[in-house]
């Protein structure tokens, strides 16, 4: 079952901080298109921004530029799944929904057009904040707007529980390896100078006490 995460865990909910993605989009008629992408990262914690580079003439820059919606799904490190990811990263005709190519399944998003994808295990809805054309590439950053995650994949305080939710990392074309790695650790701060203070008194303002 999907359960939608508050505002306040979305951060948290995107770890590590960079990882594979399909990222679904509509056009303006309504159809949707989905595609591969292995630079989805999250680059903003509070609010909580997540970009993505692509092709100016790839559907899904056209769809992002003219809708201004888009949804992040994280598919587990699972084959099939993986395979899926595959085939929504051929260049398909535009039109062509690549979520029934693959095999894979729509469910509605809670707050924007474009659907999130039902075997992704986690879900951020954003709404395009600014973007940027280099070298042949957009980089595009949008705000999450809701996210969603399979109930097994969170503990009660938001954390990602590695060894359901299964994050997958392109690991370098062609496009046909992946890698994963969801062993948690602790880490103390073996520094104890003046900063260290600052820093936590800076994190209590951006995220309150709970974190
Ligand atoms: C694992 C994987 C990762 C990919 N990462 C990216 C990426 O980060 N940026 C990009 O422009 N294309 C990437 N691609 C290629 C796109 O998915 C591919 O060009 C796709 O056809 C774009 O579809 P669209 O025209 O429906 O947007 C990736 C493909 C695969 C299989």
Known sequence: ??????????????????????????????????????????????????????????????????????????????????????????PFARGVNELTKAGL??????????PRVEECTRHFECVLEWYHEWSDRIMFVGRVVAASVDDDCV?????????NARSAHFS??????????????EVRQPYDGPEVEAYDAFEKQMFGEQH
């Open 1 to 90: 079952m999907k359960i939608a995460q508050p505002e306040i865990w979305w951060d948290r909910l995107f770890a590590p901080s960079s990882a594979l993605a399909i990222i679904t989009t509509v056009d303006t008629e309504g159809a949707v298109n989905a595609a591969a992408f292995g630079t989805a990262t999250r680059v903003n914690h509070n609010p909580v921004d997540i970009a993505f580079t692509c092709r100016p003439s790839k559907d899904t820059s056209l769809n992002v530029l003219a809708t201004r919606e888009f949804v992040v799904n994280l598919p587990p490190f699972e084959r099939d799944v993986l395979e899926a990811v595959r085939v929504v990263g051929l």
């Open 172 to 185: 370098g074309a062609s496009y046909n390896s992946f890698v994963a790695a969801y062993d948690v650790m």
């Open 105 to 114: 399944h729509e469910l509605p998003a809670l707050a924007v057009k474009p």
């Open 155 to 163: 503990d009660a305080q938001g954390y990602v529980r590695w060894e």
